[in-house]
């Protein structure tokens, strides 16, 4: 399988390993390479969980949530105006100041 197990896979993948499966019959149930079905079902013994990703990896975003919705509301209102005016104000607003780049990235441009 080319991408991640999904959590129906990985679930599939440690029920059969507890019914005595082997590596390679499961693997060839699930769709898996043997390595995978080794690393899912290794880390269901140790930890308990089936999951491979990692929570709040990578660098936070400098718009969140709230300011991106309030980035879309002013594009809304003025569609003709530049990225300098938009970004101008944006910043005149609560929010913590962004550079031109971050808003045309967070608008889409």
Same mark, same amino acid.
């Given at each position: 399988?080319?991408?991640?197990?999904?959590?129906?896979?990985?679930?599939?993948?440690?029920?059969?390993?507890?019914?005595?499966?082997?590596?390679?019959?499961?693997? &060839? #149930? $699930?769709?898996?390479? /043997?390595?995978?079905?080794?690393?899912?079902?290794?880390?269901?013994? %140790?930890? @308990?969980?089936?999951?491979?990703?990692?929570?709040?990896?990578?660098?936070?975003?400098?718009?969140?949530?709230?300011?991106?919705?309030?980035?879309? &509301? #002013? $594009?809304?209102?003025? /569609?003709?105006?530049?990225?300098?005016?938009?970004?101008?104000?944006? %910043?005149? @607003?609560?929010?913590?100041?962004?550079?031109?780049?971050?808003?045309?990235?967070?608008?889409?441009?």
């Amino acid at each position: 399988m080319a991408v991640d197990p999904s959590k129906f896979d990985r679930g599939q993948i440690v029920m059969t390993r507890r019914l005595g499966t082997s590596i390679t019959e499961t693997a &060839r #149930l $699930v769709g898996c390479s /043997r390595s995978a079905i080794v690393s899912i079902h290794e880390k269901w013994i %140790n930890d @308990g969980d089936t999951s491979s990703r990692r929570q709040g990896v990578g660098r936070p975003r400098v718009i969140k949530e709230k300011g991106r919705r309030r980035l879309s &509301r #002013l $594009v809304k209102q003025n /569609r003709l105006q530049t990225m300098a005016q938009l970004t101008a104000q944006y %910043n005149a @607003g609560p929010s913590a100041s962004v550079s031109e780049h971050n808003s045309a990235v967070t608008v889409g441009y």
